[in-house]
């Protein structure tokens, strides 16, 4: 049985990135969010794109301000006036202002702008009460943020808000992203049903599907739902054998303990598998089957429990799916410190996990263990959490108000 970071290593080594030369597509600026780029974007345009004001003012010489006081204002004739979006059509000339608003063009012949709260209006004069610090004040020069041709967005970055700003800004409408990895779902269990069919005594309803597609959207993926797969070993090879031919990823839940009904590993062995893990030393989670086919698939065995099935992708699967989607940093899973509300007790055999959720106060962030049995079956206590306190290997006890690692999903 490895040990968890023994799984993690391997795991992560198995993903090979999306390949930036064919595993593309082009999507519109509105399509962008949450996309990993797939290619360095330049712009042919700089930023600002011209010398523009960065205050409701007047645009002046400096050489005609620059000794201004309340007690010696400078005058200066008003030649024109520049909103925003208007190009100007006079030189300022000595002894000349222009009136001028934020984000419009700077005039020929003025070099700083003098904000209105400085000045003084009669008709088509203007009084300069105060003197600029320095030339060029509050003059935004263009070029000063982005020069064209340059490097704009490195590739392997997921685009949010602020990148799309940013294109849009530089007019680049139409971009190239990595597909999103396509991930193969299917249960095992003769005693699984789907949520809309009434139970009968034994049944379970299967939640794992629902589960697992929605983390798979929300890591980036696109779910490939393949339903509900039967204990049977000729079924159970066909989905699996599908599943391999139509994926990158392909995650199964239940079947991988050792169990007269778990098929999964002699299947994927079957069918030219190469079963890298079957048993990792955490809690939940321990019978978890990882193997790859020749065609660079990733399969993922999970345990049927349902805390257990979503333990094990929040620690492995996730992070496979983000790597894999081309995304450059930020993949890896994120751990931070907390301190503990509650005490958190663990055999010290196997790394194990609680969930429940964190917050920060005064700066400080707070572990609250979800209320309830923390058992591998108990899905119910598992709404509304947000992260994992790992207790390692021989660490058997943390109290109230002690730190504890934990993993944020």
Known sequence: MLSVSEAEAIIFNLVQPLNNQYDTEIVDLFAADSRILASVVTSQLDFPYWDNSAMDGYAVRYADVQQATQQQPVILEII?????????????????????????????????????????????????????????????????????????LPSGIMLH??????????QCTQISVYRRPRVAIFSTGNELVPPDQPLQPGQIVDSNQYALAAL?????????????????????????????????????????????????????????????????????????????????????????????????????????????????????????????????????????YFWGKLDLQNGIYKFQPASGNQSSGNLINLAQTNALAVLSVGQTLVSPGEEVQVLLY
């Open 80 to 152: 024109e006036e520049i909103p925003a979006g208007y190009q100007p059509q006079s030189t300022i000339q000595q002894g000349q202002a222009a009136r001028i608003f934020t984000g419009a063009v700077m005039p020929k012949g003025a070099d700083t702008i003098i904000m209105q709260e400085h000045t003084q209006r009669e008709k088509n004069r203007v009084f300069i009460l105060t003197a600029p610090t320095k030339p060029q004040e509050f003059v935004r020069q263009r070029a000063t943020y982005y020069q064209a041709g340059t490097q704009l």
């Open 161 to 170: 808000g602020s990148e799309i700003a940013v294109l849009a800004t530089a």
């Open 216 to 352: 798979v959207r929300q890591s980036g993926g696109e779910p490939l739902i393949l339903g509900i797969v039967p204990d049977e070993p000729g079924v159970l090879e066909k989905a699996i054998a599908y599943a391999v031919s139509n994926a990158d990823i392909v995650i199964s839940s239940g079947g991988v303990s050792v169990g007269d009904y778990d098929y999964v590993e002699q299947i994927v062995k079957y069918l030219d598998g190469k079963i890298h893990i079957q048993a990792v030393a955490m809690k939940p989670g321990k019978p978890l089957t990882v193997a790859t086919f020749r065609n660079q698939v990733i399969y993922f065995g999970l345990p049927g429990n349902p805390a257990s099935a979503l333990v094990t992708f929040w620690r492995f699967v996730q992070p496979t799916i983000k790597k894999l989607s081309g995304l450059v940093e930020g993949w890896q899973p994120k751990f931070i410190k907390a301190l503990t509300r509650q005490e958190l007790r663990s055999d010290e055999k196997r790394e194990t």
